[in-house]
Nanobody, 124 residues
């Protein structure tokens, strides 16, 4: 059973940075695609990035390109999301999720395994 645990959320001022961690257990990270998603209450969950298990590249939502960087560390089975130049509109609950390695998408539907989420609040 694949399990994911996020950490690293919190309150930060606009322009600040946070690093989210997603610790994966139950399967080797090298055999998974891991995505980061976010959701604001009352809105649909949206994909923020995808660390592909197929080509090991990372893909991003247009609004976070150049500010967010996803990285996967197979040695410790952890995926990170470094978030820089944070904006109030980045405020959301952030989730990591895993799916089969041949899937590369930021659509949440194919993802089978989800973490519990971590709150990120960007406010002055």
């Amino acid at each position: 059973q694949v399990q994911l645990v996020e950490s690293g959320g919190g309150l930060v001022q606009p322009g600040g940075s946070l690093r989210l961690s997603c610790a994966v257990s139950g399967e080797a990270l090298s055999r998974l695609t891991v995505g980061w998603f976010r959701q604001v209450s009352g809105k649909k969950r949206e994909g923020v990035s995808c660390a592909s298990g197929a080509d090991y590249n990372s893909y991003y939502l247009d609004s976070v390109k150049g500010r967010f960087v996803a990285s996967r560390h197979n040695a410790n089975n952890t995926v990170y999301l470094q978030m820089n130049d944070l904006r109030p509109e980045d405020t959301a609950v952030y989730y990591c999720a895993a799916t089969d390695p041949w899937i590369t998408t930021m659509d949440p539907n194919p993802y089978d395994h989800w973490g519990q989420g971590t709150q990120v609040t960007v406010s002055s």
